[in-house]
């Protein structure tokens, strides 16, 4: 596990401490005093604030971190693209925070990608003030697994830490990433870009006071024991020596304790300074275990050494290759190793009492940079050579936190420096595949960019630098401005590194009724107005001859049914070449449905009836026709198709929906535009329109039956030909528009919603029309040459 570097003690207390002044804060940032702390000038965007002109108007992405109206105050701009959020897990050291804080500005700035941190506190390079918290874990695997596990790696529906991503994996994590690349909890770790390794360090004074001691060979050996037993003490902590060393427990200050600890964490502490001043300077001891005069064959010298649980091998090294040093620090087994926080106070402590300190630290730690240059510059000490047979047999994680001392030890294979280490991130497994599952304009560009986010040494390197000269100056508040201002200098870099092609986008609104599908609405419109003037025309003939034998034998009342249903379908034409908006989609919905059940039922229903009229009459039975029943029939079948659209219209209902499509076009960002329209479509599921068009198939079905069963019926009541016409027309309208609902959207791709749309409205208008003409015109054709009909010529019909 990787070590918890945290930043100079100072700089947590005055961090930490509430701002007096707006003097506190850094340029453009104001003190809080209700919060007394810095406000964040950068809450809207790193790059609008250091870049300005190129970037005035591009301000971050919205993320469900931001309060509701964070959008209307200017402070983020909306997922126009509904990009997934991505969640960091920004550990709890400085470098994977910077790291995860260039990644969201690259996301959130660049590519319209929402992203949050995933700490128990405040993280985000954009929190509305300038402190931030450390994650509580260095490696969440709980974290990665939620995300892993959630529906669409949606973090927001999780309870408890959740994350997408690990900023930064060290080598003592071997064994857990290769669980969990098997496990599938993440993909094959890849590198940060950054390299780094843990060393023996000592003061550069030290080193130059006895050089034996920056190598193994000075080190080694039941000779230099007493040496190293005299020159490194213990150090003591704030309460130890105002309880062993003060004579009156620090109430009267002294050269190395301005006062007693107030809190736990000031009583743990080894250094500490308030305000500048250094309350506690550190104290180092002789213990019994540096006394080689009592114990000449087991004395050693003090090496302050990571806890078990970090990436720390000293106890093995120390042992296997005979150097008589031992950490004393408060750790329990026995393995005496100090909390991460602890370890720099102690150098502090070292550096202000002018002690000799030997400490195991990371060779890329950033706290060494202030010491450069000084006496307390870190030398580091060189061990045997790291082997591949070496790594092999380190000493596992288990064993090194081991009370069984011979455990702690491990193998003297395993004795070695370490290696040169290629530190990695992590990913989760499946964000790949939900990220392109999605629809080509839909694609986040998330998971491209965080494959390609690497950050060198170097560059990490400079990022602190900066932060450390900004140190007094910023009074500490000075790490969003040092990442936020290597981000600027290198954004052209960054971009052409990790910002995948067609990449940022913008998005164009495509207007209804302007385009080049402009004519086809148009067209359709106007085919819309004609269907209907038609339906009205044959309403208005069929009520003028309703006393000619051919309409009589027809029945007024049916014909009426059927004008009403094309009415219907005439309208839904309308609506379909109209803008669609909540109400019209279900208006379209409820006018299609309703319109051909009102048209083909009573149909049915009539010739069903007068079928079974002539099948009794070839058998020389008198047969009453019920009209009212009749229309009892068509009413309820009517009843159960309103209840069916009534059910869809509150469990799913068609609304406005977005359809986008990844055009050619160029964007000034260099990316594409995609485009945008609207369409009509249940949110859930396809399964109501299928169903639907399923229901209108049977009725067409239904309908060629009755007309085949009435083809050897008297002439004068036989409508097989035009009803088989009408029918065959209906099929073949009802298969355009199958077609045109499976396929429309993967054939038309540029305004897919309206061009759609707009046939669809032809084809309902087409097909109202071809049936008209199929069914009415031959009636109006004969019915202008007859005279007045009386049913008494031909026999009675009883009409209850």
């Given at each position: 596990a990787r070590v918890v570097h945290l930043y100079f003690l100072a700089s947590i207390a005055q961090a930490q401490m509430p701002c007096q002044d707006d003097s506190w804060c850094p340029a453009n940032s104001k003190c809080l005093g209700n919060e007394g702390l810095c406000s964040n000038p950068m809450e809207k965007g790193c790059l609008q604030t250091i870049l300005g002109e190129k970037y005035d108007t591009r301000t971050r992405t919205c993320s469900s971190d931001d309060d509701t109206g964070a959008e209307e105050l200017g402070l983020c701009r909306p997922n126009l693209f509904a990009y997934p959020e991505i969640r960091i897990l920004p550990q709890n050291w400085q470098e994977p925070t910077f790291f995860a804080w260039v990644l969201q500005i690259m996301l959130s700035e660049i590519a319209n990608v929402p992203v949050t941190m995933e700490t128990t506190g405040s993280a985000s390079f954009y929190d509305q003030v300038m402190h931030w918290d450390y994650a509580s874990k260095s490696y969440d695997y709980d974290a990665l697994r939620a995300a892993n596990d959630a529906p669409q790696n949606n973090c927001n529906v999780v309870e408890g830490p959740c994350a997408h991503v690990m900023s930064e994996v060290w080598s003592g994590q071997r064994q857990e990433w290769r669980e969990a690349e098997q496990e599938g909890l993440i993909e094959p770790a890849g590198n940060n870009g950054r390299t780094a390794s843990y060393n023996w360090y000592i003061p550069k004074?030290?080193?130059?006071?006895?050089?034996?001691?920056?190598?193994?060979?000075?080190?080694?050996?039941?000779?230099?024991?007493?040496?190293?037993?005299?020159?490194?003490?213990?150090?003591?902590?704030?309460?130890?020596?105002?309880?062993?060393?003060?004579?009156?427990?620090?109430?009267?200050?002294?050269?190395?304790?301005?006062?007693?600890?107030?809190?736990?964490?000031?009583?743990?502490s080894y250094f500490w300074e308030d305000s500048n001043s250094t309350t506690f300077?550190?104290?180092?001891?002789?213990?019994?275990?540096?006394?080689?005069?009592?114990?000449?064959?087991?004395?050693?010298?003090?090496?302050?050494?990571?806890?078990?649980?970090?990436?720390?091998?000293?106890?093995?090294?120390?042992?296997?290759?005979?150097?008589?040093?031992?950490?004393?620090?408060?750790?329990?087994?026995?393995?005496?190793?100090?909390?991460?926080?602890?370890?720099?106070?102690?150098?502090?402590?070292?550096?202000?009492?002018?002690?000799?300190?030997?400490?195991?630290?990371?060779?890329?730690n950033p706290q060494q940079l202030?010491?450069?240059?000084?006496?307390?510059?870190?030398?580091?000490?060189?061990?045997?050579?790291?082997?591949?047979?070496?790594?092999?047999?380190?000493?596992?994680?288990?064993?090194?936190?081991?009370?069984?001392?011979?455990?702690?030890?491990?193998?003297?294979?395993?004795?070695?420096?370490?290696?040169?280490?290629?530190?990695?991130?992590?990913?989760?497994?499946?964000?790949?595949?939900?990220?392109?599952?999605?629809?080509?304009?839909?694609?986040?560009?998330?998971?491209?960019m965080i494959r390609a986010m690497e950050i060198s040494t170097l560059e990490m390197l400079s990022i602190m630098n900066r932060w450390q000269q900004d140190h007094d100056e910023e009074r500490h508040y000075g790490s969003r401005y040092a990442v936020c201002h290597w981000v600027a200098q290198n954004i052209d870099t960054l971009v052409s590194k990790m910002v995948p092609p067609s990449y940022p986008r913008d998005q164009q609104e495509q207007s209804f009724y302007i385009g080049p599908h402009s004519a086809l609405l148009f067209v359709a419109l106007a085919f819309g107005g004609i269907a209907l003037l038609a339906v009205l025309v044959c309403f208005g003939l069929t009520w003028h001859w309703k006393q000619r034998q051919v309409i009589v034998y027809a029945q007024p009342e049916f014909l009426y049914l059927v004008l009403m249903g094309l009415s219907l379908v005439a309208i839904s034409a309308i609506l379909h070449a109209t803008p669609p908006s909540n109400g019209t989609c279900i208006a379209r919905t409820w006018t299609k449905i309703l319109g051909y059940s009102m048209e083909l039922v009573p149909l049915i229903v009539k010739v069903n009836a007068i079928n079974y009229l002539f099948n009794q009459a070839m058998r020389n039975r008198r047969v009453t026709i019920d009209k009212k029943k009749l229309y009892r029939t068509v009413a309820a079948v009517m009843v159960c198709v309103v209840v069916y659209v009534i059910l869809w219209t509150a469990i799913d209902p068609p609304t406005k929906q977005a359809k986008t499509v990844l055009t050619n076009a160029v964007n000034d960002g260099g990316g594409s535009t995609v485009q945008m329209s609207y369409s009509c479509a249940s949110s859930d599921s396809p399964f109501w329109s299928i169903a639907a068009m399923v229901y209108l198939m049977v009725l067409l079905l239904t309908a060629t039956v009755m007309a085949t069963q009435s083809r050897n019926v008297d002439a004068s009541f036989n409508e097989t030909k035009y009803l088989a016409a009408m029918i065959y027309s209906h099929?073949?309208?009802?298969?355009?528009?199958?077609?045109?609902?499976?396929?429309?959207?993967?054939?038309?791709?540029?305004?897919?919603?309206?061009?759609?749309?707009?046939?669809?409205?032809?084809?309902?208008?087409?097909?109202?029309?071809?049936?008209?003409?199929?069914?009415?015109?031959?009636?109006?054709?004969?019915?202008?040459?007859?005279?007045?009909?009386?049913?008494?010529?031909?026999?009675?019909?009883?009409?209850?």
């Amino acid at each position: 596990a990787r070590v918890v570097h945290l930043y100079f003690l100072a700089s947590i207390a005055q961090a930490q401490m509430p701002c007096q002044d707006d003097s506190w804060c850094p340029a453009n940032s104001k003190c809080l005093g209700n919060e007394g702390l810095c406000s964040n000038p950068m809450e809207k965007g790193c790059l609008q604030t250091i870049l300005g002109e190129k970037y005035d108007t591009r301000t971050r992405t919205c993320s469900s971190d931001d309060d509701t109206g964070a959008e209307e105050l200017g402070l983020c701009r909306p997922n126009l693209f509904a990009y997934p959020e991505i969640r960091i897990l920004p550990q709890n050291w400085q470098e994977p925070t910077f790291f995860a804080w260039v990644l969201q500005i690259m996301l959130s700035e660049i590519a319209n990608v929402p992203v949050t941190m995933e700490t128990t506190g405040s993280a985000s390079f954009y929190d509305q003030v300038m402190h931030w918290d450390y994650a509580s874990k260095s490696y969440d695997y709980d974290a990665l697994r939620a995300a892993n596990d959630a529906p669409q790696n949606n973090c927001n529906v999780v309870e408890g830490p959740c994350a997408h991503v690990m900023s930064e994996v060290w080598s003592g994590q071997r064994q857990e990433w290769r669980e969990a690349e098997q496990e599938g909890l993440i993909e094959p770790a890849g590198n940060n870009g950054r390299t780094a390794s843990y060393n023996w360090y000592i003061p550069k004074f030290v080193a130059e006071e006895d050089p034996s001691l920056v190598s193994f060979y000075g080190l080694r050996g039941e000779n230099n024991r007493r040496k190293l037993a005299q020159r490194f003490k213990r150090p003591v902590s704030w309460e130890q020596y105002c309880q062993e060393m003060s004579s009156d427990q620090c109430q009267t200050p002294d050269e190395t304790a301005l006062r007693p600890p107030q809190n736990a964490e000031e009583e743990a502490s080894y250094f500490w300074e308030d305000s500048n001043s250094t309350t506690f300077s550190g104290f180092f001891r002789a213990t019994p275990e540096n006394d080689c005069e009592t114990y000449p064959t087991n004395c050693t010298g003090h090496i302050v050494n990571y806890e078990c649980t970090q990436s720390t091998f000293v106890v093995a090294q120390a042992h296997w290759l005979n150097i008589s040093l031992k950490s004393s620090g408060p750790e329990a087994n026995g393995t005496g190793g100090y909390p991460s926080n602890g370890i720099m106070q102690i150098w502090r402590a070292a550096n202000a009492t002018n002690s000799s300190v030997m400490v195991y630290f990371a060779n890329t730690n950033p706290q060494q940079l202030p010491f450069q240059g000084t006496p307390f510059e870190f030398q580091r000490i060189l061990l045997p050579a790291p082997t591949a047979e070496c790594i092999a047999n380190r000493v596992s994680p288990e064993d090194r936190c081991s009370s069984d001392l011979s455990r702690q030890m491990g193998s003297p294979l395993g004795s070695c420096d370490t290696d040169l280490l290629s530190l990695k991130k992590y990913v989760i497994g499946s964000l790949r595949t939900n990220t392109f599952t999605q629809e080509e304009a839909s694609v986040s560009p998330a998971y491209d960019m965080i494959r390609a986010m690497e950050i060198s040494t170097l560059e990490m390197l400079s990022i602190m630098n900066r932060w450390q000269q900004d140190h007094d100056e910023e009074r500490h508040y000075g790490s969003r401005y040092a990442v936020c201002h290597w981000v600027a200098q290198n954004i052209d870099t960054l971009v052409s590194k990790m910002v995948p092609p067609s990449y940022p986008r913008d998005q164009q609104e495509q207007s209804f009724y302007i385009g080049p599908h402009s004519a086809l609405l148009f067209v359709a419109l106007a085919f819309g107005g004609i269907a209907l003037l038609a339906v009205l025309v044959c309403f208005g003939l069929t009520w003028h001859w309703k006393q000619r034998q051919v309409i009589v034998y027809a029945q007024p009342e049916f014909l009426y049914l059927v004008l009403m249903g094309l009415s219907l379908v005439a309208i839904s034409a309308i609506l379909h070449a109209t803008p669609p908006s909540n109400g019209t989609c279900i208006a379209r919905t409820w006018t299609k449905i309703l319109g051909y059940s009102m048209e083909l039922v009573p149909l049915i229903v009539k010739v069903n009836a007068i079928n079974y009229l002539f099948n009794q009459a070839m058998r020389n039975r008198r047969v009453t026709i019920d009209k009212k029943k009749l229309y009892r029939t068509v009413a309820a079948v009517m009843v159960c198709v309103v209840v069916y659209v009534i059910l869809w219209t509150a469990i799913d209902p068609p609304t406005k929906q977005a359809k986008t499509v990844l055009t050619n076009a160029v964007n000034d960002g260099g990316g594409s535009t995609v485009q945008m329209s609207y369409s009509c479509a249940s949110s859930d599921s396809p399964f109501w329109s299928i169903a639907a068009m399923v229901y209108l198939m049977v009725l067409l079905l239904t309908a060629t039956v009755m007309a085949t069963q009435s083809r050897n019926v008297d002439a004068s009541f036989n409508e097989t030909k035009y009803l088989a016409a009408m029918i065959y027309s209906h099929f073949l309208f009802m298969l355009l528009r199958v077609l045109l609902f499976f396929f429309g959207d993967k054939v038309i791709k540029i305004n897919s919603g309206a061009v759609v749309a707009g046939v669809m409205s032809l084809f309902l208008s087409l097909d109202a029309m071809i049936c008209m003409g199929i069914y009415f015109y031959p009636k109006f054709r004969h019915a202008r040459n007859q005279s007045t009909y009386s049913m008494s010529a031909r026999g009675t019909i009883d009409r209850r």
